[in-house]
Nanobody
Framework: VQLQASGGGLVQAGGSLRVSCAAS????????MGWYRQAPGQQRELVAT???????NYADSVKGRFTISKVREKSTVYLQMNSLRLEDTAVYFC???????????????WGQGTQVTVSS
């Protein structure tokens, strides 16, 4: 199973950016998908998650500014980021809880990360 993240880049404060993450490989089904971020010298933190049923959860710091969504048929999760701030600068990682053919339990897979840089 591979998760390919894309869409990061450089944006001015107050601007918008959308990152996406597509899962591929030996996938029976996907449970929750999510976005995390890690700034230099900081621990990786939760940004947002979305369940298979579409329920969402956000970190307080991004509520009202970021929106997570998914397209089940494409096994893809998106993160729309609006009103970006300097402190949103980080590497953004996606993950997914995946049911694979060789295991009964869900397995968690991570993408490679995409850099988001917000400038003043």
């Amino acid at each position: 199973v591979q998760l390919q993240a894309s869409g990061g880049g450089l944006v001015q404060a107050g601007g918008s950016l959308r990152v996406s993450c597509a899962a591929s490989g030996s996938i029976v089904s996907i449970g929750s998908m999510g976005w995390y971020r890690q700034a230099p010298g900081q621990q990786r933190e939760l940004v947002a998650t979305i369940t298979s049923g579409g329920s969402t959860n956000y970190a307080d710091s991004v509520k009202g500014r970021f929106t997570i969504s998914k397209v089940r048929e494409k096994s893809t999760v998106y993160l729309q980021m609006n009103s970006l701030r300097l402190e949103d600068t980080a590497v953004y990682f996606c993950n997914a809880d995946v049911r694979v053919p060789w295991a009964q339990e869900l397995r968690t897979f991570w993408g490679q990360g995409t850099q988001v840089t917000v400038s003043s």
